[in-house]
């Protein structure tokens, strides 16, 4: 998995390809501690990500828990859909 950072003022965007999963979550957990402070929209371009399981979207949902609605994820392909809305996840984050 592979995570590039686009900071614009006080937004973050973190484009994701690959894998979001058990060996890689705690990645993207370290990536949103560092760069959190001071971003007020946060979001998860999820355009290059295949598969997300349980370890990733516990990873969403704590950055949820900090951001409130300040957060979005955007570009989930039908699978990755598929597993927000089978997990309820669709009714807890902002996705386009």
């Not at 979207?57 to 951001?67: D, E, G």
């Amino acid at each position: 998995m592979t995570i590039n950072k686009i900071k614009d003022g006080n937004a973050l965007t973190l484009k994701i390809e690959g894998r979001l999963e058990t060996t890689t979550a705690p990645d993207l957990e370290k990536v949103i501690k560092e760069e959190l402070d001071g971003v007020e929209n946060l979001t998860f371009d999820f355009s290059g990500v295949d598969y997300i399981s349980s370890a990733g979207l516990r990873v969403l949902l704590s950055a949820q828990k900090t951001m409130k609605n300040a957060m979005k994820v955007t570009g989930a392909n039908e699978i990755v859909t598929e597993i927000f809305d089978i997990t309820g996840f669709s009714d807890i984050l902002n996705i386009e």
